[in-house]
Nanobody
Framework: QVQLVESGGGLVQAGGSLRLSCVAS????????MGWFRQAPGKEREFVAG????????LYADSVKGRFTISRDNAKNTLYLQMNNLKPEDTATYYC????????????????WGQGTQVTVSS
């Protein structure tokens, strides 16, 4: 069992930055690939970024490439998402998720989810 708790969301102006964190419980964090997803009102949940168990490989949605950076610290059981040059279309609830072993982009392949943190970008 893995419990995930996100933090770091908030209200920011367009062009600003936020850093999201996700702390995982348990001693098996390094056995899970991790992902960030987001969901805006009336839209489906979408993949934002993912990272392999060791952190040696990452994936990004085209819409955030060059602006967002995913990273992890396995010693601290923590996942991060650095978001720069934020745009109003980035407004959504952001979720971290854990997938056993291999990294994938499909939300329905993930095993555990956090409760989400709201990010609102004003124009």
């Amino acid at each position: 069992q893995v419990q995930l708790v996100e933090s770091g969301g908030g209200l920011v102006q367009a062009g600003g930055s936020l850093r999201l964190s996700c702390v995982a419980s348990g001693r098996t964090f390094s056995t899970y690939a991790m992902g960030w997803f987001r969901q805006a009102p009336g839209k489906e949940r979408e993949f934002v970024a993912g990272i392999t168990r060791s952190g040696d490989s990452t994936l990004y949605a085209d819409s955030v490439k060059g602006r967002f950076t995913i990273s992890r610290d396995n010693a601290k059981n923590t996942l991060y998402l650095q978001m720069n040059n934020l745009k109003p279309e980035d407004t959504a609830t952001y979720y971290c998720a854990a997938k056993f072993l291999t990294l994938r982009t499909a939300a329905n392949t993930y095993d555990y989810w956090g409760q989400g943190t709201q990010v609102t970008v004003s124009s």
